[in-house]
């Protein structure tokens, strides 16, 4: 089994650099997803065994354990105001949970749904839907109180990975195909197409907290970033050497981190470009990753897919928003 190692001594890093480091590795718990609140220190994690934990990442405790899905929940979304966890499972059941109690608060109707496993979730940045993306290249989109898909999109050999909200309130996703697709999550109509190069698709996609940049995860061992306003690239990251698979913001949106299975996770900035930090020892299948909120933590797994935490010094929390009101 290899050794994690994580490297943070690269040449011309400031001080104020991150830099990552192991802190708790928990045997026997082996994940498939994982996913953070936006805000605070809680997160999430689906299980082999189709159990998700609701878990604290100030002293690394589970706060619940979600029991009932029949599969593997590989979706996996807290709401922006962090009430809510929505989970999504192999057999295309889409749940959605009180993250105060644990207790299951609906089940979005299996009938009107996906045919096949859930990829992804996401929320709206208003609360109040949920867009999934299912292993049947369909994306759906539901209100959160219930009832059939408002909207559905068929990817038709697109290949749908990933999805979040833009700040604009259009529906992001990664596509196989191309890379990126921007559509109105009001109509399902496509409003934009952005191919990558000079290797075409991305295997998974990512939004920041804000919904202003994305990152799609590429089959060439890239990472780029774009700009959801103007789609243009604002950075891009070769450091694997083989397929990226999952990808993550930290909340303020200056970082990146990327899995691959080449085994490897790496941290880039999105300033320049430039890699800050590199674990080793990742899943061979690549490692989910999360960010908590307060922008403390990695969440992730292991190269034997056990969940695995490492600390983010300087923490990377998104800035705070200010509330005074004018006079």
């Known amino acids: 089994?290899?050794?994690?190692?994580?490297?943070?001594?690269?040449?011309?890093?400031?001080?104020?650099?991150?830099?990552?480091?192991?802190?708790?590795?928990?045997?026997?718990?082996?994940?498939?997803?994982?996913?953070?609140?936006?805000?605070?220190?809680?997160?999430?994690?689906?299980?082999?065994?189709?159990?998700?934990?609701?878990?604290?990442?100030?002293?690394?405790?589970?706060?619940?354990?979600?029991?009932g899905h029949p599969g593997p929940a590989y979706g996996l979304a807290f709401s922006p105001d962090g009430k809510l966890l929505a989970t999504g499972d192999e057999t295309g059941r889409i749940w959605i949970w009180n993250v105060a109690n644990g207790q299951k608060v609906r089940e979005l109707p299996r009938e009107k749904g996906h045919q096949r496993g859930i990829q992804s979730l996401t929320f709206s940045r208003d609360n109040k839907r949920i867009a999934s993306v299912g292993k049947d290249d369909v994306i759906h989109v539901w209100n959160v109180s219930g009832g059939n898909p408002t909207v559905s999109m068929k990817g038709m050999g697109a290949n749908f990975f990933g999805v979040g909200f833009a700040s604009t309130g259009g529906l992001v996703t990664g596509t196989l195909l191309e890379g990126m697709r921007i559509y109105n999550a009001g109509t399902g109509a496509l409003a934009s197409t952005v191919t990558?190069?000079?290797?075409?698709?991305?295997?998974?996609?990512?939004?920041?907290?804000?919904?202003?940049?994305?990152?799609?995860?590429?089959?060439?061992?890239?990472?780029?970033?774009?700009?959801?306003?103007?789609?243009?690239?604002?950075?891009?990251?070769?450091?694997?050497?083989?397929?990226?698979?999952?990808?993550?913001?930290?909340?303020?949106?200056?970082?990146?981190?990327?899995?691959?299975?080449?085994?490897?996770?790496?941290?880039?900035?999105?300033?320049?470009?430039?890699?800050?930090?590199?674990?080793?020892?990742?899943?061979?299948?690549?490692?989910?990753?999360?960010?908590?909120?307060?922008?403390?933590?990695?969440?992730?797994?292991?190269?034997?897919?056990?969940?695995?935490?490492?600390?983010?010094t300087p923490a990377q929390p998104a800035a705070a928003t200010s509330t005074r009101r004018r006079r």
Not at 15 to 32: E, L, M, Q, Y
Not at 42 to 65: C, D, H, P, Q, S
Not at 237 to 253: I, R
Request: glycine residues 10%; positive net charge.
């Open 1 to 67: 089994m290899l050794t994690s190692l994580v490297a943070t001594a690269i040449l011309g890093q400031s001080a104020s650099t991150p830099k990552v480091a192991p802190v708790k590795t928990f045997p026997g718990i082996r994940i498939v997803s994982a996913a953070a609140a936006t805000s605070g220190a809680k997160f999430a994690v689906g299980l082999e065994n189709g159990n998700v934990r609701i878990m604290n990442g100030t002293n690394y405790t589970t706060l619940f354990n979600l029991a």
């Open 196 to 312: 990558m190069k000079p290797m075409a698709g991305a295997n998974n996609l990512s939004v920041n907290n804000a919904g202003t940049l994305a990152v799609t995860a590429g089959r060439d061992g890239s990472a780029v970033v774009y700009n959801l306003s103007t789609r243009a690239q604002a950075a891009k990251f070769k450091n694997h050497q083989d397929w990226v698979l999952y990808t993550a913001f930290t909340p303020n949106g200056k970082y990146v981190f990327t899995s691959s299975n080449d085994m490897t996770i790496s941290m880039g900035a999105v300033a320049n470009s430039q890699r800050v930090a590199t674990i080793t020892g990742a899943s061979m299948v690549g490692s989910p990753l999360a960010v908590t909120g307060d922008g403390k933590l990695l969440v992730t797994s292991d190269d034997g897919d056990n969940l695995k935490l490492y600390t983010i």
